[in-house]
């Protein structure tokens, strides 16, 4: 199982950033995916998830309002939008797979998540 993002890069606040994350090497059919980010000194922490064969996403506080996560079933291929990006997004941004999770579960529980890929750097500036 793979799982590659790319997307990432330098931008200004209040910019905007597109990630996505290739999964290959298991029949993805829309079960739950994540995206989680963890910044230079601190912990990993969840960002958004989403379980599209059902619609369900779930988003942090930090990213509500501000990213979208989203799915292209046929591309197997997961996508975080940032809109109004701030300093504090400065992270390396990590896509993770939870094939076995149920909809009920597809939260923030980095445990879940079986599979995860090797990350991309999101650096924003004032």
């Known amino acids: 199982v793979q799982l590659v993002e790319s997307g990432g890069g330098s931008g200004q606040a209040g910019g905007s950033l597109r990630l996505s994350c290739v999964v290959s090497g298991y029949t993805y059919s829309g079960s739950c995916m994540g995206w989680f980010r963890q910044a230079t000194g601190k912990d990993r922490g969840g960002v958004a998830s989403i379980y599209a064969r059902y619609g369900t996403t779930n988003y942090a506080d930090s990213a509500k309002s501000r990213f979208t996560i989203s799915q292209d079933n046929a591309k197997s291929t997961v996508y975080l939008q940032m809109n109004s990006l701030k300093p504090e997004d400065t992270a390396m941004y990590y896509c993770?797979?939870?094939?076995?999770?149920?909809?009920?579960?597809?939260?923030?529980?980095?445990?879940?998540?079986?599979?995860w890929g090797q990350g991309t750097q999101v650096t924003v500036s004032s």
């Open positions: 993770a797979a939870a094939p076995w999770v149920s909809r009920w579960s597809c939260g923030f529980a980095g445990s879940s998540f079986a599979y």
